[in-house]
């Protein structure tokens, strides 16, 4: 059984400050600068007026002349998201991340840790893989053990549902109340649900609003049609929805879970253009020094930046192949760079995955400048090992011209 949980308006609470502002009136999140002009996670004040995520912003603002646009924090939602995820990690929960807010796992493989008193009967382990039958509409006990687990460990308001498949289980979430965790069985549980649920599905999102001008408001009436006419209007992603409706879902894809490494530079005055790229420079060099890295290359890593008029910057960043080049890395991580919308006041680098351990490769004439710089590399990692990853610096020059010398130089790792 597929178990959801799920932090309704986390991005907007955290862009707010806290869940209390979300009472105050309609608000949304704003776009992002340089991204498409849509809104973000909406308020219930907002929802009267039916106003959704998604929507263009000029249609919202029709439909809501006082409705307050609020800056988006996305290094805010994602730190307080990462806290989440890991402490559902710290039970043994494979997660599958759907977006801020909503994430999924299988509950079956903590019921003999978290279980309750059915965990061990046989007889009810076989009831339940019976094909075709019924889930009962309250929680098993050994799902009540593994919620309650669940509770404590992320230790703040959420909703949580379950069902066979991870669109039942995100249907269950939705209805669910924050004190009780609801199951939503299968397709017969889903026929009066409205079809304003596939925007959780990030391939069905786009069809809700043809759904309903041809007046089909609930999933039971999309799970009706033929499969040759939805075919034929929506495609692909009109089989999929028509399947979500019918209680149909692709398995779980959990991630892999990992450790977190970041590098974050406070920058004295407000950065950018030519002294933002040596900031770049000194996260790069940096991150590849720490000793956590253990030699392997980087395969995804995030960069993000709070900027000076408020708000932040995040960018995921998904490398051809695994990296360990400083020089590669500040190329790649300088073109995204430059799209930053507003000059940074902090500016950060974190390791999202790694790679496989960077392979080292000798020349094919092994020359006097081979072995010396071989013979350097080597000096320098003893003197990290005695010393710290302080023990060997190079001096880069960030801002050659300013009249303080504090800023005309810094000190980074020192790199061979």
Known sequence: MIVCVLLPRLELSVALGGGRALLEGPSALAPEPGREQLVGEVSAAAEVFGIHPGMRLGEALARCPNLALVPPDPLGVADAWEGVVRALESIGAEVEVQAPGLVCFDGAALRRLYGGADRDDPA??????????????????????????????????????????RFCAVAGAVRARSRRAEIVAGAADLTDAPVTLLRRDARCRDLVAPLERLGIATLGQLAALPRPAVADRFGPAGLHARELAMGIDDPLRPRVAGERLEEVLDLSEAASGAQLGRALELLVDGLLARRERRGRALRV??????????????????????????????????????????????????????????????????????????????????ARAVAGPDAALRALAVDPDSRVPERRVVLTPFEV
């Open 124 to 165: 009810a382990r076989l009831r339940e893989r019976r094909p075709g039958r019924r889930l009962s509409t309250q929680p098993p006990a050994w799902l009540d053990g593994v919620v309650a687990a669940t509770r404590r460990a992320i230790d703040r308001p959420a909703r949580i549902g379950a069902g066979p498949s």
């Open 301 to 382: 890593v995030v960069l993000g930046a709070r900027l000076v008029e408020g708000g932040t910057w995040r960018e995921r960043v998904v490398f051809r192949e695994p990296l360990a080049d400083p020089e590669r890395m500040r190329l790649v991580l300088g073109a995204r760079l430059a799209t930053l919308p507003a000059p940074a006041e902090t500016l950060r680098l974190s390791v999202e995955r790694f790679g496989p351990p960077a392979a080292v490769g000798d020349a094919l004439f092994d020359d006097a400048r081979t072995r010396r710089r071989a013979r350097l590399r080597e000096a320098v990692r003893q």
